[in-house]
């Protein structure tokens, strides 16, 4: 990202007596500041409904930067000064008076120190607040420019399914223009998502070998170790294809399959990703599941400790049918990638924390050393491991030492940590820096959430399907239901173990 100079803004966080805040925002913005590339002079104003004074609030941020921060606090006059520009304003999200007491603490600030006024909301509420938020930030007038910008940032979910999506993407082009809203999708500011940009448009070797004359097919696996925690509620109501498949995996099918952007900035990025998830096949309601599977888990151990099953969980209902992994299977119709599968899996519980893609080529149309033993080895895959362990690795052939004619896959191994030393930063560290940039790149547009949703319609109808079969039962810390085995091998493959 090109130097940008200093600019004053203040931030309002909705909601900051929540789970975002104390694990995700202040702790990126402490990073941020910390390593001296957050833009000053700023100022962060927590806003949540219980009644907490400055200091109280100051205190819970400092314990949840000790958590969750990337960059530890290095010394108490550090974070004083940081903490200094904390503060916090209390009540309700659907009462107009909130809305005057933010104005005059922005008027405060503002007055306070040079330059524009500069405002970025952050609505990190659950999102049954996000109408009376949006509703009564047109209706105070704190939507509206005040010299400077005025920005909003709106947390995922976003919408429930295609109709909500709508009717909140309407809304918010009823009080901002679009230009002034950032949809985050954190997996968007994730390093090596960025690096897949620029792995495939920055080396002149991948461009053209990235196509269906060379590729055979594509897996995108987002696998998570933990179950829902303390979420129970929350995920009862979403499951595994409106958590992560409808926004996070998506957009790295997305990133995987565009054509070149002219730039990348984020006109060129969205237009691009946009004409991907026209080209994705649609989903025919009477063959879902020949496209879509669902699982669920159950008991089982992780990390060689008892884990209950998604049912047993809190919030969950003992008969429930939500998934807690998905599988799909889809096709992007364009000339690039026709014939191409797309295989895309999530689920928690399973038996690691691991998110990759893998891109596997055609075998070589003759194999000569047919003297091999074993037949030869597996074909080529280029695999980019988003997390942990961030890197990208090339399966080659290569003969084993020794008389025999003997082949063996090995790696060219490329790891983030070892190359670049320190750890990455972290997704909502970068996508908050851009906000206050505005640069909305690595944000999601309103035509691809409504696309997203759209594609997806179909799946989520049929299994909210009263008579629609339950989820397949798989044990925690496994890779899934058998189910998904069969599944992917009807085209006569098979999934990964990453
Ligand atoms: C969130 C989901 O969007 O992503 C969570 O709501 C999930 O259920 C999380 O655990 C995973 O994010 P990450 O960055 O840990 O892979």
Redesign the pocket.
């Given at each position: 990202m090109p130097a940008l100079a200093d600019e004053p803004f203040t931030l309002v966080i909705f909601g900051a007596s929540g789970d975002l805040t104390r694990r995700k925002l202040v702790p990126a913005l402490w990073s941020l500041y910390a390593g001296r590339t957050l833009p000053e002079p700023f100022a962060i104003i927590g806003s949540a409904r219980s009644a907490v004074s400055d200091d109280e609030f100051r205190r819970r941020m400092r314990e949840a930067v000790r958590e969750f921060a990337r960059v530890k606090p290095p010394s108490a006059n550090v974070w004083d000064r940081f903490a200094s520009s904390l503060s916090y304003v209390n009540g309700d999200p659907a009462d107009l008076a909130l809305y005057a007491s933010l104005e005059r603490a922005l008027r405060d600030i503002e007055k306070a120190r040079p330059g524009p006024a500069n405002r970025l909301f952050y609505l990190a509420t659950p999102p049954s607040l996000y109408d009376a938020i949006v509703e009564n930030l047109g209706a105070s007038g704190l939507a509206r420019p005040q010299g400077g910008w005025t920005r909003v940032i709106v947390e995922?979910?976003f919408g429930h399914d295609y109709e909500s999506a709508l009717a909140l993407n309407s809304r918010l082009a009823r009080v901002f223009r679009e230009e002034q809203i950032y949809r985050i999708?954190?997996?968007l500011g994730?390093e090596t998502v960025q690096n897949l940009l620029v792995l495939r448009f920055a080396n002149g070797i991948f461009e053209p070998l990235w196509n269906r004359n060379h590729v055979a097919e594509i897996q995108i696996t987002?696998a998570?170790s933990?179950g829902?925690e303390t979420?129970g509620a929350y995920?009862e109501e979403?499951g595994a294809l409106r958590?992560?498949m409808q926004?996070?995996l998506l957009q790295l099918l997305c990133l995987i399959a565009l054509e070149p952007p002219v730039t990348f900035d984020a006109g060129p990025v969205h237009d691009e990703k946009n004409k991907v998830m026209r080209a994705i096949r649609p989903i025919d309601p009477r063959k879902v599941d020949e496209v879509a599977l669902r699982g669920q888990y159950g008991p089982g151990f992780v990390g060689g400790k008892p884990v209950p099953g998604y049912r047993q969980e809190k919030g969950v209902a003992p008969d429930s049918k939500t998934e807690t992994y998905a599988a799909l299977r889809l096709q992007v119709d364009n000339w690039r990638w026709a014939g191409v599968p797309f295989y895309l899996r999530t689920g928690?519980r399973l038996a690691k924390?691991v998110?990759e893609i893998a891109i596997r080529f055609h075998r070589t149309p003759h194999m000569i050393f047919h003297r091999d033993p074993a037949g030869g080895v597996d074909p080529n895959e280029l695999v980019i491991r988003?997390?942990p362990d961030e890197g990208v690795a090339l399966t080659v052939a290569a003969k084993m030492p020794g008389p025999e004619l003997k082949l063996l896959p090995v790696g060219l191994d490329f790891r983030y940590g070892e190359v670049f030393g320190a750890e990455p930063p972290e997704?909502y560290e970068r996508l908050l820096l851009d906000a206050v940039h505005g640069d909305s790149t690595l944000y999601a547009r309103a035509d691809w959430v409504e696309q997203a949703w759209s594609l997806l319609s179909p799946v989520l109808d049929a299994w909210a399907h009263d008579g629609a079969p339950a989820p397949y039962l798989y044990e925690a810390g496994s890779w899934g239901p058998a189910e998904a085995d069969s599944f992917i091998a009807r085209d006569g493959g098979a999934w990964r173990t990453p």
């Open positions: 995922k979910p999708d954190h997996y994730k987002v998570e933990i829902v979420r995920y979403a958590d992560m926004n996070h928690k924390r998110s988003i997390q997704a």
